[in-house]
């Protein structure tokens, strides 16, 4: 298996720019999930979906972020408009069930910095 | 709200050496608890999960035990290797299907 796949793995953009990651969880994983990670805060949960349907977004910052899962293979996030303080690391993860049962598998994240 | 701590923040130990990585949480009622390993410039990787139910889990040369009633996690690495470098951190899920992280152990293991 390819394991989470993100897309890209660095971005870099001025401020007032669309943003949008990509990922692609494990086949047969059924919940997805987006984290940002940054010096100051830690690993942050911004959305997770179970089923392709959105069930918790209330890690989302604020409305200048969205995310979709249009099917059970990919997931988006998009920023617009990006600012400097969006500069962190987004990681996507994906597991069998959603619940706190199973792993996480993690991707290998977008390196986003915002000019 | 739930809230994670570890301890030490780095550790820098000689190789062969036992070492042991502490993590703390604020809510007993957690669902399971799960150490990740994190290399620089890349993805967590899951080593171990311990539902709630269960004192400790091993695999190879790591153990994790957990104490819910006390809100604490520890870490066992045994006969440390350089490359075991990484960051560590443990993830405290909940009933509503999250994890909250604690903000990592940098561990250096020197050849």
């Known amino acids: 298996d390819a394991g989470v796949i993100q897309s890209p793995r660095h971005e870099v953009t001025e401020m007032g720019q669309e943003v949008t990651l990509r990922c692609k969880p494990i086949?047969?994983?059924?919940?997805l999930f987006w984290y940002r990670q940054t010096m100051m805060r830690g690993l942050e949960l911004l959305i997770y979906?179970?089923?392709?349907?959105?069930?918790?977004d209330s890690g989302m910052p604020e409305d200048r972020f969205s995310a979709k899962m249009p099917n059970a293979s990919f997931s988006t996030l998009k920023i617009q408009p990006s600012e400097p303080r969006d500069s962190a690391v987004y990681f996507c993860?994906?597991?069998?069930?959603?619940?706190?049962?199973?792993?996480?598998?993690f991707g290998s994240g977008t390196q986003l910095s915002v000019l | 709200k739930q809230e994670v701590t570890q301890i030490p923040a780095a550790l820098s130990v000689p190789e062969g050496e036992n070492l042991v990585l502490n993590c703390s949480f604020t809510?007993?009622?957690?669902?399971?608890l799960q150490w990740f390993r994190q290399d620089p410039g890349k993805g967590l990787t899951s080593l171990l999960l311990?539902?709630?139910?269960?004192r400790e889990q091993t695999s190879g040369r790591l153990n994790a035990s957990l104490d819910k009633s006390s809100g604490r996690s520890t870490l066992y690495i045994a006969a440390s290797q350089p490359g075991d470098s990484a960051t560590y951190l443990c993830?405290?899920?909940?009933?509503?299907?999250?994890?909250?992280f604690g903000p990592g152990t940098r561990l250096s293991v020197l050849p």
């Open positions: 993860a994906s597991s069998r069930s959603g619940g706190s049962n199973e792993k996480l598998f």
């Open positions: 086949s047969g994983h059924n919940s």
């Open positions: 979906f179970n089923n392709n349907v959105p069930i918790d």
């Open positions: 809510d007993s009622a957690i669902y399971n």
């Open positions: 311990i539902q709630s139910s269960q």
């Open positions: 993830a405290v899920g909940d009933y509503g299907q999250n994890f909250v």
